[in-house]
């Protein structure tokens, strides 16, 4: 089942300004990551985040983590029109019967204007 | 490296037939490949996971008469759609895990294959 549900489901900003989306999950995880996919094409994934770390950075990729909270961020910095594209967090379990598996979350739009 | 493909990459059938969608992990051995279906503008829904050498294990609700998915080797997985229908309609994404990613759930996504069913 798709636990994750990020917020905003959209987010529409002018280029050079940063974007923050917002990922919730329920249950224990293993570790976070968040994936980019442009309209129609697969994933790339940008980053993950282990669930004993709390900041994690790539580039002008920022990604936390509250594991007390059961939330994540994910924050582009210095945002740039090819930036445009869904934003998905995942979540990997632990292990048992999902040993291996991620779990998706909704996915942000997010659009940034030249 | 770590590079996943999909062939094809499109597929338009009529009702009724089957297709075949490959996925393969060019560069690493995968012991589990997943598959994945996505609906426009939504979420990836697991369908099942595809285990080199032995049956795959498919997500709740998913038919596996319907999805047929075979692990043949450590590089291709199959996921062949039975006697489809307009609903079947929908972008279907594999993924690959190599071996030592099961424990940090690290997966390899492939392109995606969009198939549309008349």
């Known amino acids: 089942s798709q636990q994750g549900e990020e917020d905003p489901q959209a987010l529409s900003i002018q280029e050079g300004e940063n974007a923050t989306m917002n990922c919730s999950y329920k249950t224990s995880i293993n570790n976070l990551q968040w994936y980019r996919q442009n309209s129609g094409r697969g994933l790339v994934h940008l980053i993950l985040i282990r669930s004993n770390e709390r900041e994690k950075h790539s580039g002008r990729l920022r990604v936390t983590l509250d594991t007390s909270k059961k939330s994540s961020s994910l924050l582009i910095t210095a945002s740039r029109a090819a930036d445009t594209a869904s934003y998905f967090c995942?979540?990997?379990?632990?292990?048992?019967?999902?040993?291996?598996?991620?779990?998706f979350g909704q996915g942000t739009i997010l659009t940034v204007h030249p | 490296g770590a590079v996943v493909s999909q062939h094809p990459s499109r597929v338009i059938c009529k009702s009724g037939t089957s297709v075949k969608i490959e996925c393969r992990s060019l560069?690493?051995?995968?012991?589990?490949m997943f598959w994945y279906r996505q609906f426009p503008k939504k979420s990836l829904m697991l369908m099942a996971t595809?285990?080199?050498?032995?049956?795959?294990?498919?997500e709740q609700g998913v038919e596996k008469d319907k999805f047929l998915i075979n692990h043949a080797s450590l590089t291709l997985s199959t996921l062949t759609v039975t006697s489809a229908h307009p609903e079947d309609s929908s972008f279907y994404i594999c993924?690959?895990?190599?071996?030592?990613?099961?424990?940090?759930?690290?997966?390899?996504f492939g392109p995606g294959t969009r198939l549309t069913v008349l």
């Open positions: 560069d690493f051995q995968a012991t589990t």
């Open positions: 995942a979540t990997g379990m632990p292990g048992g019967t999902s040993y291996g598996k991620l779990t």
């Open positions: 595809s285990n080199e050498g032995s049956k795959a294990t498919y």
């Open positions: 993924s690959a895990s190599p071996p030592r990613g099961r424990t940090s759930n690290e997966q390899f």
